[in-house]
């Protein structure tokens, strides 16, 4: 099985004032299809840098990274846009809602902007996925985190997506409502056979994914598959 | 449709354009609900609806003044000479589809068998009028009715004040020349009445029918007569046709309109026209800057969602088009909305103007709302375009990093494309360039000064900050972390109050100037041809019938001939076309029976050649009292005790010929030649229809030359009859009647007031969408400062004066700076394009920093006062989301 998504000798560097600064430094990783990999790290260790990179959100200073079996590196924004609109789906800490637009509105969008005629039916059907169908016609504002949380998964699997990125997703909640939170996250996961790439701090919530990458400093100091969920797909590696 | 084959529709392809489209709709939508878009759709609507509203109104009366106009000629156009004109033109003019008719206008003795008069006669064609009506009346000051057909051959229609006048009753007998008339009809009311020379105006009317005119021998070689040729019909046919006598005569002969008839009425309409131009582009322009600042709130609210919209796979292009689209959709909402709004407007300001219009107005044409659809497209490109289009450069990682700056553009691009557009958009508008540079120059001065001052200003706010209470502290420091923005609202807020300043100054200065002009009370009746030994009984007379005396000018025509020996150049060496100056008084006075204007004499020239000079004669008087409405400006006035040998002169005219105080003028006044020495200059009220002299004397220089006398009255209605007791007293002395001019051009300047009082009242309006949309775009970032000063334990009480502080100062150095760009820029509008002397208005020193603190303070504080009133959380919760 060909890997999903692969990063070779990634590199990243920003121009600060006081001088370069490295964020990440030669990344090599391989993620196959329908695997779920944790990415944990401290506060500052480089986590949602690389999830931008791997998602193509943002271009690396040096390396390669290969999504779905095109290279990033070799694509301007343009193309890397149409990729994401194809392949790829978020679910991001702050929910990442537009406000103006109800929640069946944001989660029609994506099906929409693949020229689907059948967006609303298909979003209300997500909707009901995460057990939202009585709110399909409130404001984000008018919705509490973890409802605002689950409208973000919907409409990230409303794009049919083959990955999906999730960006500390329990970050704004409760530990109560976060459960909640995860479990659809991963049942929908699952369901869609969904590659799954999760940033997160929570040890707990890195347990149930098959394999765990750890960041220190901008740095994989490990990589490996986690015991009684892994379902035998990761490579267990020790770097 | 099958799970299958909906699955087969959603090709790879990336959103077609009905689908961002659909997206860009229900974004629209959507913020329209949420109240984002409202005041940004507010300022284009108010561009539409100001420029297409003044355009309709401006476009039906400037076609409604031509066609009163075309009532005050009887035509639409006029060709006059004191030669007839060839009458093949007027068989060229019905050939090209004109309608046509002819005049001729004299001045004579009308005879009865008991008494005689002088007569202003005036012989009409068939057709005549082309335009406006005759009103007659069976009785003299009886009830009056229309009769356009004119007086059949051997009839006459005469002035009322003509029966009495010669003792003749409806249906008795006149003499006129070689002529015999039945009176057939009292003359009420003719179109053209103003028309022609004075002389064709001296004394009551008689009209003819032209086939008569032979049989009387009244028209001999040598006769004064004014021909005329009257023409009408539409607009085109009409300038076609005018080249062609234009080509036929090489320019000896011209097409007028009203314009070119009376001054006064022409310049009236060409300050109202630049006044409702200006008030336009004023209203434009803050509408303009209206939408900036609007767009650029609503960009700046959008990164978030170009950034999402761009983790869903929307290229930039795809973002450009989904708010391409959203301002397509608002650009047709506000031209639809702004153009009934439009209509509405002027709708409104014709029902105002009701009782000052009361002729239908044409139709309009559909000009004003391309006009407005076009302006509202350049206001768009030009002002919200660059904000919304820069969206599609946001970074999608913002999404990961709040922190990511929001537009990576340079911010200074859409200020170019802001003013580039302001620029195209001022000229493409006004065509004409002089008002285009005043306001750029405006515009740009303010911008100049503002930098440098607020640059200032903003430092030692500090310094005296330190010093002060911490409400003023809090302020200050406000004003200077904001330091950009503050000076983006110092310049909106003085640009607006400085459009609103000019405005409402030069209206005041304009209205009150026609006032001035001719107030309710200018003499209408010109008194002429008075000798010496008459004045004294004629002041008796009037007072018997309780007429208020003016006083008596005399006057007499003088031709300069040397000023310090050199021979004197003619200022204005085409008499006939009236390119400068004429006053009632010369115009009057030149058409004495036996005066001619100008006459030539052989003088021999400093350098021995003997060649003729033309002499021009100009009406001059003498006077120890300086006439109303003259001000001295060199010099001073002679006052009671004068020396002979003195003159006065026009300030203007003193320049064109190069005389200055001192210079030793030369005169030829009834074959004598007299000397006086330049005493001081004087400015003089051109348009006030009253007697004015270029020249005048000191008492003692003239006074043997045998002058005659010129005096005014003013009479109204009934009272006109005294002039038939006067005239029967005095035969000799000749009544100039100029009451229907004057009332008609009191009525078309209180149309054109009106218009300016509208479009004061429009641009206000505008303006005060500018400031609610400038002190709306920092409310974001307010509402995010004053939560997190109130979580870290700062009152109410000191946010609410503090905030108070920070308008207030803010809205000081706007109003400061506004006055000084209003009075500079009314400055130049006065002395260049509405021909004004300006003059410091002292009050606005005072008025405009003040308006401008009062008016800012109490907008800021009661648009933001809500910052303050909402709870912190709420806030942080709301802008964190
Ligand atoms: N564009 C940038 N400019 C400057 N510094 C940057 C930029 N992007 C990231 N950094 C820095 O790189 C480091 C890693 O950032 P990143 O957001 O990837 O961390 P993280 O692991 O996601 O942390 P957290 O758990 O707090 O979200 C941080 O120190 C951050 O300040
Ligand atoms: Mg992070």
Known sequence: MTAMIEARHLAKQVATSEGQLVILKDISLSIDAAEAVAIVGVSGSGKSTLLGLMAGLDSASAGDMILDGQNLSTMDEEERAQLRGRSVGFVFQSFQLLPSLTALENVMLPIELKNDRDARRKAATLLQRVGLESRLQHYPNQLSGGEQQRVAIARAFASEAKILFADEPTGNLDAATGAKVIDLLFSLNAEFGTTLVLVTHDDRLAQRCGRLVRLVAGEITEDSVVDGVGDGVGDAAHV | ?881
């Open chain 2, 1 to 881: 449709m099958s799970e299958h084959a909906s699955r087969a529709a959603v090709s790879t392809a990336t959103a077609s354009p009905t689908t961002l489209m659909r997206v860009a709709l229900r974004l629209l939508w959507r913020d329209w609900r949420g109240g984002e878009l409202r005041l940004l759709l507010l300022a284009m609507v108010m561009a539409v609806t100001s420029v297409s509203g003044i355009a309709l109104f401006t476009d039906r009366l400037e076609r409604a003044l031509l066609q009163e106009s075309a009532t005050m000629l009887a035509a639409d156009r006029v060709l006059s000479g004191r030669q007839m004109p060839p009458r093949e033109w007027l068989d060229e003019a019905a050939r090209q589809g004109l309608a046509t008719a002819e005049v001729q206008a004299f001045a004579s003795m009308v005879f009865s068998d008991q008494a005689n008069l002088l007569v202003a006669a005036k012989a009409v064609s068939e057709a005549y009028p082309l335009r406006g009506d005759l009103r007659v009346a069976d009785q003299p000051f009886g009830a009056a009715y229309t009769d356009n057909a004119g007086p059949a051959r051997g009839e006459v229609w005469v002035e009322s004040r003509v029966l009495p006048g010669l003792g003749l009753d409806i249906g008795d007998t006149l003499y006129l020349g070689d002529g015999e008339f039945v009176v057939s009809r009292v003359l009420v009311q003719e179109p053209d009445r103003q028309q022609g020379g004075m002389m064709d105006n001296a004394g009551p009317r008689v009209l003819m029918n032209l086939d008569d005119v032979p049989a009387t021998n009244i028209i001999q070689p040598g006769s004064r007569v004014t021909y005329r040729y009257l023409f009408a019909g539409e607009l085109v046919v009409l300038d076609v046709f005018a080249d062609w006598v234009r080509e036929q005569s090489d320019g000896g002969f011209r097409l007028r309109d009203v314009r070119d008839e009376s001054q006064e009425v022409s310049d009236a309409l060409a300050r109202g026209e630049s006044f409702l131009l200006l008030g336009s582009l004023f209203a434009v322009l803050l509408a303009g800057i209206a939408i900036a600042l609007t767009a650029r709130r609503y960009s700046e609210r959008h990164f978030d969602y170009a950034a999402i919209l761009k983790t869903l796979g929307c290229t930039s292009n795809q973002i450009s088009a989904i708010y391409f689209g959203i301002l397509l959709s608002l650009l047709l909402i506000a031209v639809v909305v702004g153009s009934v709004l439009g209509w509405l407007v002027h709708e409104g300001i014709l029902l105002l103007l009701q009782s000052v219009i009361p002729i239908a107005l044409p139709e309009a044409s559909f000009t004003p709302f391309w006009l407005g659809a076009l302006t509202a497209f350049i206001c768009l490109f030009a002002f919200a375009m660059p904000p919304l289009l820069a969206l599609k450069h946001t970074s999608p990682l913002r999404v990961l990093r709040k922190d990511l700056v929001a537009a990576p553009l340079s911010t200074s691009l859409p200020y170019i494309f802001g003013i580039a557009g302001a620029l195209v958009l001022i000229l493409w508008y006004s065509q004409d360039v002089l008002i285009s540079v005043i306001l750029v120059g405006a515009v740009a001065g303010v911008a100049l000064v503002l930098s440098a001052m607020s640059y200032l200003l903003l430092r030692t706010g500090s310094a005296a900050g330190m010093r002060a209470g911490s409400a003023w502290m809090l302020a200050m420091s406000a004003v200077r972390r904001r330091r950009r923005q503050s000076v983006l609202q110092v310049l909106v807020f003085s640009l607006t109050i400085m459009s609103l300043l000019t405005l409402a100054l030069l209206r005041t200065d304009l209205i009150n100037d026609w006032q001035a002009q001719l107030p309710e009370d200018t003499p209408n009746h010109f008194m002429m041809n008075i000798s010496d030994s008459q004045v004294a009984g004629m002041q008796s007379f009037l007072q018997d019938n309780e007429v208020d005396a003016n006083p008596f000018y005399p006057m007499v025509a003088a031709g300069l001939l040397t000023v310090n020996g050199a021979p004197a150049p003619h200022p204005w060496d085409d008499d006939d076309d009236e390119t400068g100056r004429s006053t009632m008084t010369e115009r009057a006075g030149a058409e004495q029976p036996d005066d001619a204007t100008s006459d030539a004499t052989t003088e021999t020239a400093a350098d021995g050649s003997a060649r003729p000079q033309r002499v021009e004669n100009r009406q001059v008087t003498w006077t120890a009292q300086l006439p109303p409405d003259n001000d001295v400006v060199a010099g001073s006035w002679w006052g009671d005790d004068s020396r002979p040998g003195r003159v006065s002169v026009e300030q203007d005219y003193a320049e064109r010929i190069g005389v200055s105080l001192g210079d030793e003028l030369v005169f030829r006044v009834n074959e004598q030649e007299i000397t006086a020495v330049v005493d001081n200059m004087r400015t003089v009220r051109w348009d006030n229809m009253q007697p004015n002299f270029f020249f005048i004397f000191s008492p003692g220089t003239l006074d043997h030359l045998g002058a005659t006398y010129l005096s005014t009255l003013l009479l109204e209605g009934e009272d006109k009859l005294l002039l038939n007791d006067l005239l029967r007293q005095y035969p000799t002395i000749v009544v100039l009647e100029v009451d229907a001019l004057i009332e008609q051009i009191q009525s078309i300047i209180a149309q054109v007031s009106s218009a300016i009082e509208l479009i004061a009242a429009l641009v206000l309006v505008a303006g005060a969408l500018v400031l609610l949309s400038c002190v709306n775009a920092t409310l974001d970032e307010r509402f995010r400062e004053n939560a997190i000063l109130r979580t870290l334990g700062a009152g109410r009480k000191l946010i609410m004066t503090s905030l108070l502080i920070e308008f207030a100062f803010i809205g000081l150095l706007a109003g400061v700076i506004a006055t000084i760009g209003a009075e500079l820029s009314l400055y130049y509008l006065q002395s260049e394009v509405f021909q004004q002397t300006f003059s410091l208005h002292y009050w606005v020193w005072i008025a405009g920093p003040l308006a401008g603190t009062v008016i800012i303070a109490t907008l800021g504080f009661t648009a933001t006062r809500k910052v303050v009133n909402s709870s912190p959380l709420a806030v942080l919760r709301q802008l964190s989301a």
